[in-house]
Nanobody
Framework: QVQLVESGGGLVQAGGSLRLSCGVS????????MGWFRQAPEKEREFVGA????????YYADSVKGRFTISRDNAKNTVYLQMNRLKPEDTAVYYC?????????????????WGQGTQVTVSS
C-alpha cells in the first residue's frame, strides 16, 4: 500500500520561500508520476505541478511557473516542491499525489493515492 507524507508547510511572508517534501513508501512499479495540488478554503483542489518518476519531465500550472520547482531524490524516495517568491494567493493546503497514468497529470482524477496535506500560509 502506497503512503505519502507531506511536510514543510508553514507561515511565510510574501516574497519568501518554502520547500515542501513528500515522502513515498510502498510505491508500485506502475507509478508514472508524482503531482502536487493545492486547495484553498472554499475552492476546488487545483493542480500545481508534476514530475515523472524518472525526473525527466516536469509540468507546472501557469500560476506557479517560474516560481515553483519540483524535484525528486530517488535515494530518499522523496519529491520536493520548492516555492519561491510566494504570494498571499498561494495560501492553501498542499497535497502530493501519485499516478500510474502517463498523461493528463493536471487532472486530479488521474491520481490514485494522496497525502494528508500540509498547510502553507503566505502573509501580505
Amino acid at each position: 500500500q502506497v503512503q505519502l507524507v507531506e511536510s514543510g508547510g508553514g507561515l511565510v511572508q510574501a516574497g519568501g520561500s518554502l520547500r515542501l517534501s513528500c515522502g513515498v513508501s510502498g510505491r508500485s512499479f506502475s507509478t508514472v508520476a508524482m503531482g502536487w495540488f493545492r486547495q484553498a478554503p472554499e475552492k476546488e483542489r487545483e493542480f500545481v505541478g508534476a514530475i515523472s518518476w524518472t525526473g525527466a519531465r516536469t509540468y507546472y500550472a501557469d500560476s506557479v511557473k517560474g516560481r515553483f520547482t519540483i524535484s525528486r531524490d530517488n535515494a530518499k524516495n522523496t519529491v520536493y516542491l520548492q516555492m519561491n517568491r510566494l504570494k498571499p494567493e498561494d495560501t492553501a493546503v498542499y497535497y502530493c499525489a501519485i499516478t500510474s497514468v502517463a498523461t493528463s497529470w493536471d487532472q486530479k482524477l488521474m491520481y490514485d493515492d494522496w497525502g494528508q496535506g500540509t498547510q502553507v500560509t503566505v502573509s501580505s
